[in-house]
């Protein structure tokens, strides 16, 4: 047998073996779902999630996994996925292996706010994807930010976005108080950036924080 003809053997047998796998995997679920009913995603720590430290995306990569179990089994409160626990902070140490339930999870309360530098006034605003500065997983506060202000414009023409503020000092961050509820933050501003800050957030512009390496 050829070089080219053994190649095309042991290609045609991995894709059967890969079939014959899917299909066993396949009937195992439907055998499952049979037995025990619909399967669900639950989630699961992969890792062991400490008491007070917020979960971060970056950290859920490798902290949290999804497993699907028959639904009468998953706990009350179960999460789905990684996105649920997103913020949060466990109240209690929840053990790698266990699953993580929207009772163990808190929203981080407001921290105690930075001192406010110079002639510098503290002005709080609800920003959007704040979720961003918390991805290198240790607390943002105290640190500065680079302020970007979105808004919308008229039938047919673009939104624009202009950084109105640069090297801000983020002196708290509060984290949603419940479901569909955002993120807000205090920052330390000279007054007319505190009126540009305040004029847009009523003027229905969406203010993002940038953070400064």
Same mark, same amino acid.
């Given at each position: 047998?050829s070089r080219?003809?053994?190649?095309?053997a042991?290609?045609?047998?991995?894709?059967?073996?890969?079939l014959?796998?899917a299909?066993v995997?396949?009937r195992?679920?439907d055998s499952?779902e049979?037995?025990? /009913?619909?399967? =669900? !995603? +639950?989630l @699961?720590?992969?890792e062991?999630l400490? #008491?007070?430290e917020?979960i971060?995306?970056k950290r859920?990569?490798t902290a949290?996994?999804v497993?699907?179990?028959?639904a009468r089994f998953a706990?009350?409160g179960?999460?789905?996925?990684?996105d649920?626990a997103?913020?949060r902070?466990p109240?209690a140490t929840?053990?790698?292996?266990?699953?993580v339930?929207d009772?163990?999870?808190?929203?981080?309360?407001?921290?105690t706010p930075?001192a406010?530098? /110079?002639e510098? =006034? !503290? +002005?709080? @605003?609800?920003v959007a994807g704040a979720? #961003?500065?918390?991805?290198?997983?240790?607390s943002p506060?105290?640190g500065?930010v680079?302020?970007?202000?979105?808004?919308?414009s008229?039938?047919?023409?673009k939104?624009?976005?202009e950084?109105v503020?640069t090297?801000?000092?983020?002196l708290?961050?509060?984290g949603p108080?419940?479901p569909?509820?955002?993120?807000?933050a205090?920052?330390?501003?000279?007054?007319?950036?505190?009126?540009d800050l305040?004029?847009?957030q009523?003027?229905?512009g969406?203010?993002?924080?940038l953070?400064r390496p």
């Amino acid at each position: 047998m050829s070089r080219r003809a053994r190649a095309l053997a042991f290609a045609a047998a991995a894709i059967a073996c890969a079939l014959l796998a899917a299909v066993v995997a396949g009937r195992y679920r439907d055998s499952l779902e049979s037995r025990y /009913g619909e399967l =669900r !995603p +639950v989630l @699961v720590a992969a890792e062991e999630l400490p #008491a007070g430290e917020p979960i971060a995306r970056k950290r859920s990569q490798t902290a949290l996994a999804v497993r699907r179990v028959p639904a009468r089994f998953a706990p009350p409160g179960a999460l789905r996925g990684p996105d649920e626990a997103l913020g949060r902070a466990p109240a209690a140490t929840v053990p790698a292996g266990s699953y993580v339930l929207d009772a163990q999870l808190v929203w981080p309360g407001p921290p105690t706010p930075a001192a406010v530098p /110079g002639e510098k =006034r !503290p +002005v709080q @605003v609800e920003v959007a994807g704040a979720e #961003a500065l918390l991805a290198g997983g240790a607390s943002p506060e105290g640190g500065d930010v680079d302020v970007v202000v979105s808004r919308q414009s008229g039938l047919g023409r673009k939104g624009d976005a202009e950084i109105v503020a640069t090297g801000v000092k983020l002196l708290a961050l509060a984290g949603p108080e419940g479901p569909g509820d955002g993120w807000s933050a205090t920052l330390a501003v000279g007054r007319a950036e505190a009126l540009d800050l305040i004029e847009a957030q009523a003027g229905g512009g969406e203010i993002r924080l940038l953070p400064r390496p």
